[in-house]
């Protein structure tokens, strides 16, 4: 995709967000030279506001290569949302559904037309209590190994100051103005991978070096040390689970 084709939609959105953006917050950028200058490329990025979408899309938007999300359809039912979320060609998500592998061919096709996908590989907002990356989802993995496109990891920290993640009041904190940090890292080398057959371990040992790619970004970010192992959100269910029978037994 040119840098200079961002399409009509697209441009509207940017003029209807960037001015509050602007306004409303203060901006540290880092690695913009990191973000490939023609063909498709995969972005994978840390989620940890529901206001992601807008810091990360503001910083992807000035670098030229626009992205496409990936998309809960739910969204795309709502007149003016979904208008805008067809119109610069974000990608609906069925989940648990028939048409569930419809994104990932529609990503596929995608960066093979030369675009950039934005995966957030953990699939919903961290459950982390410290909001560091938690275990990924294979879905980004996936698309990366079938299309060989680079993997660009990206960290974003600061709107969750702002929106914190499953707040109980869905209230922007826009006071003291926050800084949304937005830092992309170099392509993750899966090379190693390329020539396996993408086996859940495969897979799952691609979405690893993804993962520990967007947190040593983060840690430089926040200019700290993330824990030695990601959250893992399922597991931490289960042993909540164990814990809760045994008090029961007792």
């Given at each position: 995709m040119s840098r200079h084709r961002i399409g009509f939609w697209y441009r509207l959105a940017a003029v209807i967000a960037k001015p509050p953006l602007v306004v409303l917050f203060k901006r540290e950028w880092r690695g913009m030279e990191h973000i490939p200058a023609d063909g498709g490329f995969i972005t994978a990025v840390n989620h940890n506001s529901y206001l992601d979408p807008l810091s990360y899309g503001h910083f992807q938007y000035n670098t030229g290569r626009v992205p496409r999300f990936l998309a809960k359809a739910g969204l795309f039912r709502a007149p003016f949302v979904g208008m805008m979320l067809r119109g610069t060609g974000q990608i609906p998500v069925y989940r648990e559904t028939t048409n569930a592998l419809d994104?990932?061919?529609?990503?596929?096709?995608?960066?093979?037309?030369?675009?950039?996908?934005?995966?957030?590989p953990e699939g919903t907002l961290t459950r982390d209590p410290d909001m560091w990356?938690?275990?990924?989802?294979t879905g980004a993995a996936r698309v990366a190994l079938m299309t060989r496109a680079p993997v660009i990891p990206v960290a974003q920290w600061g709107a969750n100051e702002a929106m914190p993640p499953y707040a109980t009041e869905k209230k922007v904190r826009l006071l003291p103005r926050k800084t949304?940090?937005?830092?992309?890292?170099?392509?993750?080398d899966l090379s190693r991978?390329?020539?396996?057959e993408p086996t859940p371990e495969v897979l799952r040992?691609?979405?690893e070096a993804i993962?520990?790619?967007i947190?040593?970004?983060?840690?430089?970010?926040?200019?700290?040390?993330a824990p030695d192992e990601p959250y893992d959100h399922r597991k931490a269910r289960a042993e909540q689970r164990r814990k809760a029978q045994g008090e029961g037994l007792t």
């Amino acid at each position: 995709m040119s840098r200079h084709r961002i399409g009509f939609w697209y441009r509207l959105a940017a003029v209807i967000a960037k001015p509050p953006l602007v306004v409303l917050f203060k901006r540290e950028w880092r690695g913009m030279e990191h973000i490939p200058a023609d063909g498709g490329f995969i972005t994978a990025v840390n989620h940890n506001s529901y206001l992601d979408p807008l810091s990360y899309g503001h910083f992807q938007y000035n670098t030229g290569r626009v992205p496409r999300f990936l998309a809960k359809a739910g969204l795309f039912r709502a007149p003016f949302v979904g208008m805008m979320l067809r119109g610069t060609g974000q990608i609906p998500v069925y989940r648990e559904t028939t048409n569930a592998l419809d994104a990932f061919r529609a990503a596929v096709g995608a960066i093979e037309r030369g675009e950039c996908v934005c995966f957030y590989p953990e699939g919903t907002l961290t459950r982390d209590p410290d909001m560091w990356p938690m275990a990924g989802k294979t879905g980004a993995a996936r698309v990366a190994l079938m299309t060989r496109a680079p993997v660009i990891p990206v960290a974003q920290w600061g709107a969750n100051e702002a929106m914190p993640p499953y707040a109980t009041e869905k209230k922007v904190r826009l006071l003291p103005r926050k800084t949304l940090r937005v830092q992309a890292g170099p392509p993750v080398d899966l090379s190693r991978f390329y020539d396996k057959e993408p086996t859940p371990e495969v897979l799952r040992e691609a979405t690893e070096a993804i993962m520990r790619a967007i947190t040593a970004q983060l840690q430089e970010v926040r200019g700290q040390q993330a824990p030695d192992e990601p959250y893992d959100h399922r597991k931490a269910r289960a042993e909540q689970r164990r814990k809760a029978q045994g008090e029961g037994l007792t």
